[in-house]
């Protein structure tokens, strides 16, 4: 659980969220590259007063600055795309959960086993304990099995819902009449 004061991520409990974590520390890595060279030129360029007028008319230098963000941007993007597959790959699941959001609760149903389905409603404040997760905790959790493949089927009964579970890396959104798969 993440508290107010955490500036990274929850510790990843699959091997899609260790690759999502692996990718963003890639891409802050070069997004924090590109804002030093360049907060580096604009400083050198209010305080140099010796300008070079080669230097502002150069196209070398423009064929440079427009060539080097295209690599950059494919740098970026090819594991980008590659783990957007990898989170939409659909394996062979050993259980499916189907999850209906409501207005105040969510429903539950192992639809692999007969008659196992349940209502999941949050607890409220003044009778929660103090060990709870103020307006995160639930009378009936869901039970999820470790190490297997998991089908979760996402909808909503009457209003847009967001189900995640952070330390997987999924997030899906509910909506009405429409079947998300993760």
Known sequence: ????????????????????????????????????????NIISTYTNINIDQHMLESQPLELFWTIVPSFI?????????????????VYQPSITIKTIGHQWYWSYEYSDFLNLEFDSYMIPVNESADFNFRLLDVDNRTVIPFN?????LISAADVLH???????????????????QV
């Open 73 to 89: 941007l494919v740098f970026i993007g090819l594991p980008s795309i590659r783990l957007l597959y990898l989170l939409d790959e």
């Open 1 to 40: 659980m993440s508290t107010l004061a955490t500036l990274n991520f929850q510790n990843a409990a699959s091997p899609l969220m260790e690759q999502l974590i692996f990718f963003h520390d890639h891409s802050m890595t070069i997004l924090i590259l590109i804002i030093t060279i360049v907060g580096y």
């Open 162 to 180: 967001s189900w995640t579970v952070p330390a997987l890396g999924v997030k899906a959104d509910a909506v009405p009449g429409r079947l998300n």
């Open 148 to 152: 297997t493949q998991v089908r979760t």
